[in-house]
């Protein structure tokens, strides 16, 4: 039994989130993760805006600083899961930290903050970081790379399943049965909540996100525009694929509300939201129409897009006939579901084991993933 911790910071911009996760594995190699604690800590909006100013371009002054300083926010979001799960902190074997991604263009490079020195001098644990690199390195999309927890972790016995992840950025992990790595795909879909909760942002500037999806609600989508948006080649085009918010700007944001406007003079900011919502499920529906072959049967949603009632009924509708749940109707709270998954990479790390499936990133193999800094 080991006991990690993962950190992460997604491209939804809002906060960092821990996991204390102990793995256990048997004597046929099946490992079970057992979540002790989760916390997630919302970035404070000096911080947000800070990263969402990173993405277009900032001084390299500003870039080591905000390095650090997000060394420090994931730290601090470690030790508080820590003192959650009510483990010693010498229990721990490693942190496993994602950082933030910054920048991401594949094959070429991927850049993402998060000092891991200054989060070993604030926890006193070993680091694990910089998953990406190696496999990007490796000629690969360095994303999606949770498929290998989807796989090992999250499997059924008799059928084909479909794990979708809806942080800023949708991606999916289509898995056979009993998690065959050699079967097992995966490919970013395009945007999770990032544009939905951008136009919320832009339209109510007092709403972080369209909480309970109460005006995608109360609108209805736009079908010209999605149309238009959904004819971006990079839909089209078959995976590997990763994509991230350096597509998916404040000035895609702006075009989209511009759009419906233009094709709808007296839609409402309702209206505007709920076609945001419309574009991340019909996204993901036009991926699994293309490039899913797979007899599909059920699909399991997690991040914080499967809160929104509206997303998880546009998507149910658009996958239908498949059968469509929140990961937590089966394991343990999906906000927590990727900070498990990085720290399972790092529980790979610590045994020496290949965290990429070439098949998802199409990497030129299978490479040990992150960068160890001691404590």
Excluded at 16 to 26: G, I, K
Excluded at 75 to 101: C, F, K, L, P, Y
Excluded at 283 to 307: K, M, R, T
Aim: net charge negative; proline share 7%.
């Amino acid at each position: 039994m080991t006991v990690l911790v993962g950190v992460m910071s997604g491209t939804s911009l809002d906060g960092v989130t821990a996991a204390v996760v102990r793995f256990v594995e048997d004597e046929v190699g099946r490992v079970t993760p057992q979540l002790l604690a989760h916390r997630t800590l919302g970035y404070a909006p000096a911080m947000r805006d800070r990263l969402a100013a990173a993405l277009v371009g900032a001084s390299p002054a500003e870039y080591t600083r905000l390095d650090f300083d997000l060394g420090a926010v994931l730290a601090d979001a470690a030790v508080a899961a820590i003192a959650e799960a009510g483990v010693q902190r010498d229990e721990i074997a490693a942190i496993a930290s994602h950082g933030h991604t910054v920048w991401h263009e594949p094959p070429h490079a991927t850049w993402q903050f998060g000092q891991p020195a200054v989060i070993a001098e604030r926890t006193g644990r070993p680091v694990i970081a910089d998953f990406r690199v190696r496999d990007v390195a490796a000629g690969g999309q360095g994303a999606p790379l949770v498929p290998i927890a989807d796989a090992m972790l999250f499997a059924a016995d008799d059928r084909w399943r479909l794990l979708q992840n809806l942080g800023g950025m949708g991606n999916l992990t289509v898995v056979p049965p009993r998690g065959a790595l050699e079967g097992v795909r995966a490919f970013d879909t395009g945007p999770g909540v990032a544009v939905l909760d951008g136009v919320t942002r832009v339209l109510r500037p007092a709403l972080p996100y369209d909480v309970d999806g109460r005006l995608a609600a109360q609108g209805t989508p736009i079908e010209p525009v999605l149309e238009a948006l959904l004819a971006d080649s990079w839909f089209a085009a078959p995976p590997p694929k990763s994509t991230g918010r350096e597509r998916y700007t404040a000035a895609y944001i702006a075009d989209v509300i511009a759009r419906c406007r233009a094709a709808r003079p007296d839609a409402t900011d309702a209206d505007i939201v709920s076609t945001a919502a419309w574009l991340t499920a019909r996204s993901i529906g036009l991926a699994v129409e293309c490039f899913v072959p797979e007899p599909v049967e059920e699909v399991l949603l997690s991040g914080g897009g499967a809160h929104h009632p509206v997303l998880r009924e546009a998507i149910a509708m658009t996958l239908a006939p498949r059968t469509v749940h929140r990961f937590d109707r089966l394991y343990f709270d999906g906000d927590a579901k990727e900070a498990v998954a990085f720290a399972f990479l790092g529980w790979l790390h610590l045994q020496g084991r290949p965290g990429n499936v070439p098949t998802a990133t199409g990497a030129r193999g299978p490479r040990v993933l992150g960068t160890y800094t001691p404590a």
